[in-house]
């Protein structure tokens, strides 16, 4: 079984900045890409930013400039650092992996439960 576990989200003013982090846990072989993912009310999900295991990004043309990601693979690790916030990054901020599992043939696609993060005007 495998767990992401997301931490750091909150309540910033606009201009300010947030990291988020998202740990991995269980029974892990190994991490391909991670990514941040977010959905505001009323709108579909959409990607934020991925990182590939070698340290390949891409970001929402959104966020470029204002977001960076990063992980760490000894610790299962990926991060979003948050600058320049504006409202409209107001969102519920999913954290994703694609993982192979322990076991052959398990592991695939996982989500994290969310962490909210608000951005006041």
């Known amino acids: 079984q495998v767990q992401l576990v997301e931490s750091g989200g909150g309540l910033v003013q606009a201009g300010g900045s947030l990291r988020l982090s998202c740990a991995a846990a269980?029974?892990?072989?190994?991490?391909?890409?991670m990514a941040w993912y977010r959905q505001a009310p009323g709108k579909q999900r959409e990607l934020v930013a991925q990182?590939?295991?070698?340290?390949?990004?891409n970001y929402a043309d959104s966020v470029k400039g204002r977001f960076s990601i990063s992980r760490d693979n000894a610790k299962d690790t990926v991060y979003l650092q948050m600058n320049s916030l504006k409202p409209e990054d107001t969102a519920v901020y999913y954290c994703?992996?694609?993982?192979?599992?322990?076991?052959?043939?398990?592991?695939?696609?996982?989500w994290g439960k969310g962490t909210l993060v608000t951005v006041s005007s």
């Open positions: 990182i590939t295991k070698g340290g390949g990004t």
């Open positions: 269980g029974s892990i072989f190994d991490i391909k890409t």
């Open positions: 994703n992996a694609d993982i192979i599992g322990v076991r052959r043939g398990t592991g695939g696609e996982y």
